[in-house]
């Protein structure tokens, strides 16, 4: 079973935000911001501290203001060289990736989450990769993809973090038949994408991270359109899950989801309160709201 290190991760950013519009309409949801920074910086922060050492970001059209978000801002850099402000250059710097550490696909057509992750296939090759979808911003003190990564350097195989839900939001997500308890993780029997209530085989969600062998990309390939027409990785993991085990690792920190308007507004609202230098004003803020 391949324990090969997870250095690369897969970002699909195609999504086209309809949940979020008008705010999207011509701004990639990603970008909008979660109180100081996009969205999408979050997630690559998790990804980093997981030890990824490359990003391969699924885009879209319209999504071009990702590619120039990872990189340098000349004009900006210069501007704030010129006008002494060191502290803020030093940050923008540090937050940079490596050179050479970003690479751009194009999904051509929203087929589907699992169509998404297939077309990275050529950059990924033959080793174990990570996906994080950047709807969901997970704050823990131990980050959610580090300690799956962690975990995966024991047990290897394919890893995904999962977290309860209500029974009556079950037909929202991914959810997974759980196995037997191994210390921290789960060992999974199945999973299905999207189901009714009545069929679901437990309320434990797929929360948007995964640790995943590179063979995943030959059941995408064969994969047939599944829940709401679209080529779902969930189908694909199943498939996989015939010869390649699986793990969930149940997440415990918080999770933010911002695929939807009000999920914005809690995240903004949580990394607000969080912030050292900000966060008391922030709760004033929103006392002073909430009194009227
Ligand atoms: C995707 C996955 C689903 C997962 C969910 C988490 O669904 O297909 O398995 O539970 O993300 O947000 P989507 O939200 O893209 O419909």
Redesign the pocket.
Known sequence: MSKKPVRKAVLPVAGLGTRVLPATKVMPKEMLPVFDRPAIHYVVDEARAAGIEHFVFVTGRNKASIEDYFDTAYELEMTLEAKGKTKLLEELRADLPAPGACSFVRQQAPLG?GHAVWCARDIIGDEPFAVL?P??IMRAETPCLAAMAQAHKVTGGNIIAVEEVPMEEVSS??IIEPGQRKGDLIEMRGMV?KPAVADAPSNL????RYILQPEIFDALEEQKPGAGGEI???DAMLKLMETSPFHALPFTGETF?T?SKTGYLRAAAAFGLGDPEHGAEVRRILEALLKG
Request: glycine share 18%.
């Open positions: 989450l979808l709807d969901m997500y991914g994408e969600m797929i929360s948007g779902q990785l969930t989801d695929g």
